[in-house]
């Protein structure tokens, strides 16, 4: 399948959603990125899912969307552990397409114009 996005223009869309899963290696993998156990990593960088009792990352506040994963940089929008990112991370978005393609191309109609690209104050 060919990939109809970019995600070097994409402003972490995907990291905003709130239940980003990590597993017990993933929680390994971000400790030995930061040298320290995975007892702290797991609780230093995830909790218990609401609903679901799922480790998730844990998020921070952010400008453009509510909340985003704790690791994107603010300026950047880039991971700042892309090396150590979970498995969900290195997968999405799987079979589909992310869903920032799919609002761009939505918006793009609805504004009539190809090139339009949401901004924070489009958003």
Not at 79 to 107: H, M, N, Q, W
Request: net charge positive.
């Amino acid at each position: 399948m060919s990939r109809q996005y970019n995600c070097d223009k994409c402003p972490a869309y995907c990291c905003s959603y709130g239940r980003i899963v990590v597993t017990k290696r993933d929680i390994k993998r971000l400790a030995r990125h930061f040298s320290i156990d995975p007892s702290l990593a797991e609780k230093k960088f995830t909790k218990t899912g609401s609903k679901t009792g799922e480790r998730v990352l844990r998020h921070r506040e952010d400008e453009h969307f509510l909340t985003i994963c704790r690791f994107i940089d603010p300026e950047t929008r880039n991971c700042t552990v892309y090396s150590a990112r979970p498995k969900i991370c290195r997968e999405f978005p799987g079979e589909g397409r992310c869903g920032y393609y799919d609002f761009l191309t939505f918006e793009r109609r609805a504004q009539e114009d190809p090139e339009w690209i949401a901004t924070t104050d489009g958003l």
